[in-house]
């Protein structure tokens, strides 16, 4: 007897957000390459990192480019970020969620709470603390990629960053990289497997219970 196919499902939003340093880039990258998630890649104005290659951390563009995505409504989410712009395509978002695929994100608190205002239903939010201040400005200045003064300005904003933990979903404190990534991936298994994103779930139950055993 041939199996009933399993029932269609939409695509889940996968936000991970967390001040600079905390750990949310690694843990993305992780996700990305091990459990089947489509990367939602931001466009930004800031300049390009030297460990950076565009269209795969960020597509680079220009600031007239980001403002005419803007207008034209192209962007599902925008913000300003210590003086640049990011944002998110819309057109590639929504054709993975309609192809029941899973996208994760890499953004800030403020464009999380651009998507969850347009698209609720769709959305898993996830904040990534660190286990304290001194460890994260350590992180950064290892990392070794901003002057001073931009990591001093980078701290100053993640105390207005951390300050919005309590609008997510979960939250996580990354004291141990492999112990916050399996955290995370319990979370997108579980809600992976929720009733409301199975679309075609009442067929397949029909399905079932229409079945004729011999």
């Given at each position: 007897m041939a199996e009933v196919a399993r029932p269609a499902r939409r695509g889940l939003m996968l936000i991970l957000s967390s001040p600079s340093g905390a750990g949310k880039s690694t843990l993305t990258r992780n996700l990305?390459?091990?459990n089947n998630l489509d990367l939602s890649v931001s466009v930004t104005?800031?300049?390009k990192r030297p460990s950076e290659i565009d269209g795969v951390?960020?597509?680079f563009i220009d600031r007239p480019?980001?403002?005419q995505m803007k207008q034209h409504n192209d962007l599902l989410e925008w913000a300003e970020v210590h003086g640049n712009g990011y944002?998110?395509?819309r057109k590639e978002v929504e054709a993975s969620l309609a192809a029941g695929r899973d996208v994760l994100f890499d953004i800030d608190w403020q464009g999380t709470q651009q998507i969850v205002a347009k698209a609720r239903a769709d959305v898993v939010t996830i904040f990534i603390l660190p286990p304290s201040m001194a460890e994260l400005r350590s992180r950064l200045v290892r990392r070794a990629e901003d002057a001073p003064d931009v990591i001093a300005k980078r701290l100053g904003n993640a105390r207005d960053e951390i300050a919005r933990w309590n609008k997510y979903d979960y939250v996580i404190i990354n004291d141990?990289?492999?112990a916050a990534y399996e955290s995370v991936k319990a979370?997108?298994?579980a809600e992976r497997l929720k009733r409301e994103r199975a679309t075609g779930l009442s067929e397949f139950v029909n399905g079932l219970l229409s079945e004729q055993l011999p």
């Open positions: 990305k390459t091990e104005t800031r300049a951390h960020y597509r480019t980001f403002d944002g998110t395509p141990d990289l492999q979370i997108l298994t």
